[in-house]
């Protein structure tokens, strides 16, 4: 007669009768006994997920938002605060009752568009927020988006990643998040009647109307071209939260250009407001893309505008210890994992932020300049092990720098 420790705790069979029998403190459990569970579990999740995870959802308050923004974006505070009641209003809007007649309010969804220099945090707010929410997220960048029927990808390959990040489950995917990046690439290429299509332009922004509107698209479940014999997943994007974002570079001369119309005229109320000229981008309207070269379509459907301002020195430097999974932070993790202490110079930051402002890369490129000045300790000192601390000093930065290729890196 075998043994009770050689016998599965669940089902009672015989160790022979098993493939695997994984011991635990005072029982064991058989290879099928676990399948089993694994479906016990995966139905549970999917009961669970079938209003797409949101009806155990704890919406925060817009400042509750902003207080967690707060722990991974430094500065920006104005962007923050418009986001976070967007983002507000959007889960309030679809966690409300179905409308059930006429005399119900219907509330219609709000997207966002964020207008902003390159490395100034756009990317990072719509993933922060998601990361909070707990919803399903994807970045899509517009691009690689033609016109149907051209080279590129099709308009519904975004709702595909989207898909794919929500593991295929409809309903989560459906109240999900999409971050359009690179919006300003689609632009309308010239306002003067050409002969030929603009595929990658007006094109993409037609095809975009239907998603950031609210419609029932045939998406193809693996992305790709849409073919007719290929099976399609129906994806309802009424209640998918877009944000948009995007450097929009030149949009300035369109701002200034408004600016200067408007202060013409007979109207002289007080004294005019005096303009920041070194940050135009605080003064950004919908009328300002439409005149960039976005359809007035796609302007009505993207109705939050709000922009980033550009980092000035201060902020970089918050921005590399501040954050919770600030840049410093980091790296100071990844020594750890081999025993290495690692500590940086005040000095060090200061050049750090130094160079970023110097070639204007943002707070993306802090990370470049990092990586340049600690590239040979992580190559060597994995290796010693008696070191166990690592001082960067300014001199140690600025010789490391000085063999890195971005010290050719030249600002036109």
Not at 398 to 403: L, M
């Amino acid at each position: 007669m075998a043994k009770s420790e050689d016998r599965c705790s669940f089902c009672g069979r015989d160790k022979s009768d098993t493939n695997i029998l994984v011991a635990g403190l005072n029982a064991h459990i058989c290879d099928y006994c676990i399948a089993q569970a694994q479906e016990i579990l995966n139905e549970e999740i999917k009961s669970r997920d079938e209003d797409g995870g949101l009806g155990s959802l704890e919406l925060l308050k817009p400042f509750e938002i902003k207080k967690y923004l707060d722990q991974y974006v430094i500065g920006q505070e104005e962007a923050k605060k418009v986001l976070s009641v967007a983002v507000y209003n959007h889960y309030k809007r679809i966690m409300q009752p179905p409308v059930r007649d006429d005399s119900d309010v219907e509330i219609e969804k709000s997207n966002i568009v964020i207008v902003g220099e390159t490395g100034t945090g756009k990317t990072l707010m719509a993933r922060t927020i998601a990361r909070m929410l707990r919803v399903p997220f994807c970045i899509a960048d517009a691009t690689v988006l033609t016109e149907a029927g051209y080279v590129g990808e099709d308009v519904e390959s975004i709702l595909s990643r989207l898909l794919q990040v929500a593991d295929y489950n409809v309903a989560a995917a459906e109240k999900g998040i999409i971050f359009i990046d690179e919006l300003d690439k689609i632009s309308r290429k010239s306002d003067n009647p050409s002969i030929t299509r603009d595929v990658s332009g007006e094109g993409v922004q037609q095809a975009l109307l239907k998603l950031l509107e609210g419609a029932l698209v045939n998406v193809p479940p693996q992305g790709g071209r849409k073919h007719p014999e290929q099976k399609m997943i129906q994806i309802d994007t009424k209640n998918i939260l877009f944000i948009a974002g995007g450097a929009f570079h030149g949009i300035e001369k369109h701002i200034g250009s408004r600016l200067q119309t408007n202060m013409i005229g007979y109207s002289t109320k007080g004294k005019k407001e005096e303009i920041d000229k070194e940050n135009m981008l605080q003064y950004i309207t919908p009328a300002d893309l439409k005149s960039f070269g976005l359809i007035p379509e796609i302007v009505g459907r993207l109705p939050v505008v709000t922009h980033l301002h550009p980092l000035e020195e201060d902020i970089l430097k918050r921005i590399l210890t501040e954050p919770k999974n600030s840049l410093i932070k980091q790296f100071t993790k990844l020594f750890e994992l081999d025993d290495i202490k690692l500590t940086f110079d005040d000095k060090v930051l200061d050049f750090i932020v130094e160079k970023s402002v110097e070639f204007k890369l943002g707070a993306r490129g802090l990370r470049s300049i990092v990586e340049a000045i600690l590239t040979d300790a992580m190559y060597e000192l994995p290796s010693q092990k008696d070191k166990k601390e690592l001082k960067i000093t300014l001199k140690y930065a600025e010789k490391q720098f000085s063999k890195s290729r971005l010290i050719n890196l030249k600002v036109a």
